[in-house]
């Protein structure tokens, strides 16, 4: 074993969890090494849809939270993050969906997420290229797209000298030290593993499991669609505790090209594309731009979200290694939740009072009993 480098804080992953959890704590004085292994994860994978999700109270709280956090620094973002305000339109395919989308609205205003409830006139003169015959929808102007793999780097960047980035494979956890794959010992009195589901790894108790998703991205066309779009059954398909699902969600690159999502599949780990789901997927896409049947498709892959056994993150104080913090189960929002997770986190680091409340978060409620200390 080398001895090696020394800070107050050591987050393992680089990912834009990570990245997001060094800059705040650097913003607050600490010295902080990143530990870097260089292979892409769900950051390079996903779409970077900024999205103030609902499906639960707690949910809601930190997407939201979030939200005002990236909103304070888009600003100062390169041209190269790709930072669009574009919202969000949810569509309702059906008259009873719009219930659900009224009730959407109502969610968001009492955190004061403004949206506005949309008929199907107003939808079709929004976003012409949807099909005829949709019920309406819900429009959430606050929501944005970003490219989130330069914005990971950039939050690095943008931190500092007070982050020293480390490139190295994490292959053990012991009491405020990382041990690295060279044989380097990392020590730090405070350790945040953000290392996605490798995280799972380094602990003695799994905590995360894979959803494995699907996305294609079309060639270049004259800009056409002007929202993220998404059916209001996003929601339903995105926590399902199990089985496979697809949803529309469609994203206009500022390039130009669509991206076109989703899919869940639960216990896939190959990266290998699955046909007959990617088919799928694309069939529920053509049900609401049918011109797409006529793109083309220039690039398909899969990327692994690593899910909480409830579906909301695990951000807080590992019961058992007080000086272990974990950031992680972020699923398909880590982009969104990112700065509003990091925020978090070091509120509990430095014992301050967090914006909102983190108790539904803490990872403390995913151990047994009789690992925690008496």
């Given at each position: 074993m080398v001895a090696g480098r020394r800070a107050e804080a050591i987050v393992v992953g680089a990912g834009i969890i990570g990245a997001a959890c060094a800059w705040q704590l650097a913003r607050q004085g600490v010295q902080v090494l990143l530990v870097d292994n260089q292979r892409a994860g769900a950051t390079a994978a996903g779409m970077g849809h900024l999205v103030c999700m609902d499906d639960n109270p707690a949910e809601l709280a930190l997407s939201a939270y979030s939200l005002q956090l990236w909103r304070s620094v888009v600003d100062r973002m390169p041209e190269s993050c790709a930072w669009r305000g574009c919202g969000t339109?949810?569509?309702?395919?059906?008259?009873?969906?719009?219930?659900?989308a009224e009730a959407k609205r109502q969610r968001m205003a009492e955190y004061e997420v403004a949206s506005e409830t949309l008929s199907a006139a107003q939808v079709a003169g929004l976003e012409p290229m949807l099909r005829s015959g949709l019920?309406?929808?819900?429009?959430?102007?606050?929501?944005g797209i970003v490219y989130a793999p330069n914005v990971a780097h950039w939050l690095i960047a943008d931190a500092g000298p007070a982050v020293r980035v480390i490139t190295g494979e994490a292959i053990a956890l012991e009491a405020q030290s990382v041990v690295l794959a060279s044989g380097e010992r990392l020590t730090?009195?405070?350790?945040?593993?953000?290392?996605?589901?490798?995280?799972?790894?380094?602990?003695?108790?799994?905590?995360?499991?894979?959803?494995?998703?699907?996305?294609?991205?079309?060639?270049?066309?004259?800009?056409?669609?002007?929202?993220?779009?998404?059916?209001?059954?996003?929601?339903?398909?995105?926590?399902?505790?199990?089985g496979t699902s697809v949803a529309f969600n469609v994203q206009?690159?500022?390039?130009?090209?669509?991206?076109?999502?989703?899919?869940?599949?639960f216990d896939a780990p190959e990266s290998a594309i699955d046909m007959p789901l990617l088919a799928a997927m694309l069939a529920r896409a053509n049900t609401f731009l049918p011109a797409l049947a006529q793109m083309n498709i220039i690039r398909c892959w899969?990327?692994?979200?690593?899910?909480?056994?409830?579906?909301?993150?695990?951000?807080?104080?590992?019961p058992?290694?007080?000086?272990?913090?974990?950031?992680?189960?972020?699923?398909?929002l880590g982009v969104t939740t990112a700065l509003g997770s990091a925020a978090l986190i070091a509120s509990q680091i430095h014992n301050h009072r967090p914006a909102i409340d983190d108790t539904p978060y803490l990872a403390s409620r995913m151990f047994r009993k009789e690992v925690l200390p008496v």
């Open positions: 339109l949810w569509l309702a395919e059906r008259d009873d969906e719009m219930a659900i019920a309406g929808g819900l429009r959430v102007p606050g929501d730090a009195p405070i350790v945040v593993l953000a290392s996605g589901l490798q995280a799972d790894r380094l602990l003695e108790q799994p905590l995360l499991r894979a959803k494995k998703g699907h996305l294609a991205i079309t060639d270049r066309y004259p800009k056409r669609v002007h929202h993220q779009l998404v059916e209001l059954g996003y929601g339903a398909s995105a926590h399902a505790s199990d206009a690159r500022p390039t130009g090209q669509l991206l076109i999502g989703s899919s869940r599949q899969t990327g692994q979200r690593a899910a909480s056994a409830d579906g909301l993150p695990l951000l807080g104080p590992h058992k290694h007080r000086w272990l913090w974990l950031a992680l189960g972020h699923e398909g």
